[in-house]
């Protein structure tokens, strides 16, 4: 009796030993379902990116996973592809089949503080925002801004202002650090231009065309009606100061340069559309 019952005790201990073995790889190691993500936990610096892949058997599942993260503001998650946005910890999980499985993200930031530009042609009378960055954040407390000559710029949390023609320094000041924007101060060139060309190839017919600037940087270029066209709408768009000297012009499918010239000519940089024709024009104050 005593020997069945030693038996009997060993035989328990062993089923004992099986059953925790069991309970213990279903909770570290692969689910129930057979199923596991590549990474139990990870660490990132933000802005980093790790993809998460949930796998079994051999085959990676590409469909029917819920993928959530717990904390957005510390890391998202779009199909298994995790961005680490800010620091700290989130847990990110897949959801398959009824089964829910997570990997544990810690974030670390790191500082990449800059503006968001350093070089600027604007116009007298524009208005233009830059802005002090940490990352993809912008960072706006504890930011110092000033302009090295408020008689051509000033500056009101990262706004500037285009008071006349010069160059400037436009300064952001944080945690000890100076950051800077220079600023070139063009006279605006908005107004009426008229240009008129004749082409050799076409019986020496002549084209004339009006351009006008408006301050809110909007143009229009008309082709006026002559002895062997209709007047028209050649495109309309934005301009902006693309260097010192030359305004770019941005219209449905395409742009084109033109250089400011002294005396308020504009003369144009690349081969430009003129009503199926391509002509190189100048253009004289209206």
Known sequence: MKRNIKVFCVFGLFLCS???????NSKFGESPGGYSLNYSSFDLKTGENVRLELSGNNIIILQGIEWDSSDESVASVLNGFVTAVGEGKTIISAEYQGQIYECQINVEHIRTVSLNKTELFLAVGDVENITLNDGNISVSENVVWSSSDTAVATVNNGMIECVSPGKVIITAEFEGVEYCCEVKVNFSPSGAYYSKITVEEMDDAVFEFDLTLK????????????????????NTGK????????????????QMRMRVKTGGTLESVDTIPTGGMEARLTFGKA
């Open 215 to 234: 301050s809110d940087h909007t143009y229009e270029y008309f082709r006026r009606k002559s002895q062997t066209v209709e007047e028209g709408m050649v």
């Open 239 to 254: 301009w902006e100061f693309e260097s010192e000297d030359t305004l770019l012009f941005t219209y449905g499918d395409g």
């Open 18 to 24: 099986i059953l925790c073995f069991s309970a213990c």
